[in-house]
Protein backbone atom coordinates (compact mmCIF):
# COMPACT_ATOMS: atom_id res chain seq x y z
CA UNK A 1 0.00 0.00 0.00
CA UNK A 2 1.14 3.32 -0.94
CA UNK A 3 0.15 5.95 1.81
CA UNK A 4 0.72 10.04 1.96
CA UNK A 5 0.08 11.24 5.87
CA UNK A 6 0.43 14.90 6.79
CA UNK A 7 0.76 15.84 10.04
CA UNK A 8 1.97 19.41 12.00
CA UNK A 9 0.53 22.60 12.00
CA UNK A 10 1.18 25.28 9.20
CA UNK A 11 2.27 29.31 9.50
CA UNK A 12 0.50 32.50 8.07
CA UNK A 13 3.16 34.85 7.90
CA UNK A 14 2.37 38.11 8.37
CA UNK A 15 6.05 39.82 7.85
CA UNK A 16 8.91 38.28 7.00
CA UNK A 17 9.50 37.22 10.95
CA UNK A 18 6.40 37.10 12.17
CA UNK A 19 3.23 34.76 11.95
CA UNK A 20 0.34 33.17 12.94
CA UNK A 21 0.33 29.21 13.82
CA UNK A 22 -1.33 27.25 15.91
CA UNK A 23 0.07 24.65 18.76
CA UNK A 24 0.27 20.76 17.26
CA UNK A 25 3.32 19.23 16.58
CA UNK A 26 2.74 16.79 14.10
CA UNK A 27 3.09 13.39 16.45
CA UNK A 28 -0.64 11.45 15.74
CA UNK A 29 0.28 11.86 12.03
CA UNK A 30 3.64 11.06 12.72
CA UNK A 31 2.94 7.81 14.78
CA UNK A 32 0.45 6.54 11.64
CA UNK A 33 2.83 7.10 9.45
CA UNK A 34 5.62 5.19 11.27
CA UNK A 35 3.17 2.18 11.80
CA UNK A 36 2.31 2.26 8.41
CA UNK A 37 5.91 1.90 7.59
CA UNK A 38 6.56 -0.77 10.66
CA UNK A 39 3.61 -2.52 8.40
CA UNK A 40 5.57 -3.11 5.07
CA UNK A 41 3.89 -0.16 3.26
CA UNK A 42 5.18 2.83 1.12
CA UNK A 43 4.87 5.69 3.22
CA UNK A 44 5.40 9.65 2.28
CA UNK A 45 5.18 12.01 4.92
CA UNK A 46 4.19 15.82 4.96
CA UNK A 47 5.38 17.45 8.57
CA UNK A 48 6.03 20.74 9.60
CA UNK A 49 8.27 18.86 12.48
CA UNK A 50 10.84 16.67 11.09
CA UNK A 51 12.09 16.32 13.89
CA UNK A 52 9.11 14.47 15.65
CA UNK A 53 10.13 11.66 13.19
CA UNK A 54 13.14 10.17 15.53
CA UNK A 55 11.80 11.07 18.28
CA UNK A 56 9.17 8.23 17.82
CA UNK A 57 10.42 5.81 15.56
CA UNK A 58 13.31 5.98 17.37
CA UNK A 59 15.85 5.33 14.82
CA UNK A 60 13.99 2.00 13.06
CA UNK A 61 12.64 4.05 10.42
CA UNK A 62 15.22 5.07 8.00
CA UNK A 63 14.93 7.12 4.30
CA UNK A 64 14.71 4.73 1.14
CA UNK A 65 12.60 4.59 -1.80
CA UNK A 66 9.80 3.52 0.84
CA UNK A 67 10.18 6.24 3.34
CA UNK A 68 10.01 9.77 2.49
CA UNK A 69 9.94 12.54 4.46
CA UNK A 70 8.87 16.17 3.01
CA UNK A 71 9.52 19.15 5.88
CA UNK A 72 7.59 22.42 5.15
CA UNK A 73 6.56 25.05 7.11
CA UNK A 74 3.52 27.74 6.04
CA UNK A 75 0.54 27.32 4.47
CA UNK A 76 1.94 27.45 0.94
CA UNK A 77 4.60 25.06 1.36
CA UNK A 78 1.93 22.53 2.37
CA UNK A 79 -0.19 23.29 -0.62
CA UNK A 80 2.21 23.12 -2.90
CA UNK A 81 3.50 19.75 -1.88
CA UNK A 82 -0.16 18.20 -2.06
CA UNK A 83 -0.26 19.14 -5.21
CA UNK A 84 2.80 17.90 -6.71
CA UNK A 85 2.24 14.74 -4.65
CA UNK A 86 -1.44 13.31 -4.88
CA UNK A 87 -2.49 13.97 -8.53
CA UNK A 88 -1.87 10.67 -10.08
CA UNK A 89 1.42 10.90 -13.00
CA UNK A 90 1.46 8.81 -16.07
CA UNK A 91 4.21 6.22 -15.27
CA UNK A 92 4.14 6.64 -11.70
CA UNK A 93 1.87 4.33 -9.03
CA UNK A 94 -0.50 6.32 -7.47
CA UNK A 95 -1.15 6.29 -3.90
CA UNK A 96 -3.92 4.01 -1.95
CA UNK A 97 -4.63 6.22 0.76
CA UNK A 98 -3.98 9.79 2.10
CA UNK A 99 -4.30 10.15 6.12
CA UNK A 100 -4.76 14.22 6.44
CA UNK A 101 -3.86 15.08 9.83
CA UNK A 102 -2.29 18.26 9.54
CA UNK A 103 -3.71 21.29 11.52
CA UNK A 104 -4.14 23.86 7.86
CA UNK A 105 -4.12 27.47 8.42
CA UNK A 106 -7.84 28.70 7.92
CA UNK A 107 -7.22 32.13 7.08
CA UNK A 108 -3.99 33.75 5.35
CA UNK A 109 -3.35 37.80 5.86
CA UNK A 110 -4.32 39.97 3.16
CA UNK A 111 -3.34 43.50 4.56
CA UNK A 112 -1.71 44.63 7.99
CA UNK A 113 -3.43 48.35 8.64
CA UNK A 114 -2.71 51.10 11.58
CA UNK A 115 -5.40 53.25 12.34
CA UNK A 116 -4.86 56.65 11.30
CA UNK A 117 -5.23 59.55 13.52
CA UNK A 118 -8.87 61.14 12.23
CA UNK A 119 -11.59 62.33 13.79
CA UNK A 120 -14.30 59.23 13.97
CA UNK A 121 -16.90 61.00 11.92
CA UNK A 122 -14.66 61.50 8.61
CA UNK A 123 -13.59 57.89 9.20
CA UNK A 124 -16.95 56.37 9.43
CA UNK A 125 -17.96 58.30 6.19
CA UNK A 126 -15.04 56.31 4.42
CA UNK A 127 -13.76 53.29 6.20
CA UNK A 128 -10.91 52.96 4.19
CA UNK A 129 -9.34 56.23 4.82
CA UNK A 130 -8.61 55.19 8.38
CA UNK A 131 -5.98 52.72 7.81
CA UNK A 132 -2.50 53.29 6.84
CA UNK A 133 -1.12 49.85 4.80
CA UNK A 134 2.00 48.81 7.64
CA UNK A 135 3.29 46.45 5.05
CA UNK A 136 7.06 46.05 5.80
CA UNK A 137 9.50 43.29 5.91
CA UNK A 138 9.71 43.84 9.49
CA UNK A 139 6.19 45.42 10.75
CA UNK A 140 7.59 48.53 12.97
CA UNK A 141 6.85 47.69 17.20
CA UNK A 142 6.06 51.64 17.62
CA UNK A 143 2.22 51.27 16.35
CA UNK A 144 -0.30 51.81 19.12
CA UNK A 145 -2.10 49.42 17.15
CA UNK A 146 -1.65 47.03 14.24
CA UNK A 147 -5.09 45.43 12.08
CA UNK A 148 -4.69 42.49 9.99
CA UNK A 149 -7.11 41.78 7.49
CA UNK A 150 -7.22 37.99 6.70
CA UNK A 151 -9.44 35.76 4.02
CA UNK A 152 -9.87 32.44 4.12
CA UNK A 153 -7.25 29.85 2.56
CA UNK A 154 -8.76 27.08 0.59
CA UNK A 155 -9.74 23.75 2.38
CA UNK A 156 -6.66 21.26 1.45
CA UNK A 157 -8.88 18.35 2.50
CA UNK A 158 -11.73 19.22 -0.58
CA UNK A 159 -9.45 19.69 -3.07
CA UNK A 160 -7.80 15.93 -2.78
CA UNK A 161 -10.79 14.57 -4.29
CA UNK A 162 -12.02 17.29 -6.60
CA UNK A 163 -9.02 19.03 -8.55
CA UNK A 164 -6.67 16.35 -7.74
CA UNK A 165 -8.77 13.65 -8.86
CA UNK A 166 -7.89 10.92 -5.76
CA UNK A 167 -10.10 8.01 -5.65
CA UNK A 168 -8.32 5.90 -3.03
CA UNK A 169 -8.86 5.30 1.01
CA UNK A 170 -9.29 9.33 2.65
CA UNK A 171 -9.16 9.83 6.22
CA UNK A 172 -10.29 13.07 7.62
CA UNK A 173 -9.14 14.90 10.84
CA UNK A 174 -11.62 17.02 12.51
CA UNK A 175 -10.93 19.25 16.24
CA UNK A 176 -13.83 21.23 18.01
CA UNK A 177 -13.89 22.75 21.15
CA UNK A 178 -16.78 21.99 23.38
CA UNK A 179 -18.73 19.28 22.51
CA UNK A 180 -20.02 16.50 23.90
CA UNK A 181 -19.14 12.79 21.84
CA UNK A 182 -22.68 12.85 20.53
CA UNK A 183 -22.53 16.60 19.36
CA UNK A 184 -19.11 15.77 18.00
CA UNK A 185 -19.88 12.79 15.98
CA UNK A 186 -22.71 14.35 14.26
CA UNK A 187 -20.47 17.06 13.33
CA UNK A 188 -17.90 15.06 12.18
CA UNK A 189 -20.14 12.71 10.31
CA UNK A 190 -21.42 16.07 8.21
CA UNK A 191 -17.71 17.16 7.96
CA UNK A 192 -16.59 13.85 6.80
CA UNK A 193 -19.39 13.41 3.80
CA UNK A 194 -18.44 16.88 2.78
CA UNK A 195 -15.25 15.79 1.82
CA UNK A 196 -16.19 12.81 0.22
CA UNK A 197 -13.72 10.91 3.12
CA UNK A 198 -14.12 7.11 3.78
CA UNK A 199 -13.00 7.65 7.22
CA UNK A 200 -13.34 10.63 9.83
CA UNK A 201 -11.01 10.96 13.11
CA UNK A 202 -12.55 13.65 15.93
CA UNK A 203 -11.42 14.57 18.81
CA UNK A 204 -12.13 17.72 21.20
CA UNK A 205 -9.11 19.50 22.55
CA UNK A 206 -10.31 19.02 26.40
CA UNK A 207 -9.23 15.12 25.00
CA UNK A 208 -7.27 15.53 22.49
CA UNK A 209 -4.20 13.83 24.48
CA UNK A 210 -6.55 10.77 25.62
CA UNK A 211 -9.71 9.47 23.07
CA UNK A 212 -10.51 10.32 20.11
CA UNK A 213 -13.97 9.16 17.73
CA UNK A 214 -13.34 6.77 14.45
CA UNK A 215 -16.06 6.62 11.97
CA UNK A 216 -17.78 5.29 10.71
CA UNK A 217 -18.00 1.52 11.60
CA UNK A 218 -20.65 -1.26 11.09
CA UNK A 219 -24.20 0.72 10.95
CA UNK A 220 -22.27 4.17 10.59
CA UNK A 221 -21.35 4.00 14.32
CA UNK A 222 -18.19 5.98 15.73
CA UNK A 223 -15.45 4.49 17.85
CA UNK A 224 -14.24 6.06 21.00
CA UNK A 225 -10.49 4.79 20.99
CA UNK A 226 -7.58 5.63 23.10
CA UNK A 227 -4.94 7.80 21.83
CA UNK A 228 -2.26 4.97 22.23
CA UNK A 229 -4.51 2.65 19.70
CA UNK A 230 -5.26 5.05 17.49
CA UNK A 231 -2.49 4.86 14.36
CA UNK A 232 -3.32 0.96 14.72
CA UNK A 233 -7.20 0.90 14.52
CA UNK A 234 -6.67 3.40 12.16
CA UNK A 235 -4.40 0.96 9.92
CA UNK A 236 -6.33 -1.67 10.27
CA UNK A 237 -9.54 0.32 8.80
CA UNK A 238 -7.76 1.15 5.80
CA UNK A 239 -6.28 -2.31 5.14
CA UNK A 240 -9.55 -3.75 5.27
CA UNK A 241 -11.04 -0.99 3.24
CA UNK A 242 -8.89 -1.40 0.76
CA UNK A 243 -8.63 -5.40 0.22
CA UNK A 244 -12.68 -5.09 -0.22
CA UNK A 245 -11.89 -2.80 -2.94
CA UNK A 246 -9.60 -5.29 -4.75
Given at each position: ????????????????????????????????????????????????????????????????????????????????????????????????????????????????????????????????????????????????????????????????????????????FKLEV???????????????????????????????????????????RYENV?????????????????????
Amino acid sequence: MRVLVTAGNTQTPIDQVRCITNVFSGRTGTRIACEARRRGHAVTLLTSHPEVVKEIAGGKVTEGPDWKVHPYRTFDELHQLMARLIPFAPGQPGLDAIVHVAAVSDYRVEEILVPKALPWPEAASEPRAFFDDARAGKVKSHHPEVWLRMTPTPKLVDRIRGDWGFTGILVKFKLEVGLTPEALQETAETSRRQSSADFMVANTLEGMGKWALVGPGAEGRYENVSRLKLAALLLDRIEQRLSERK
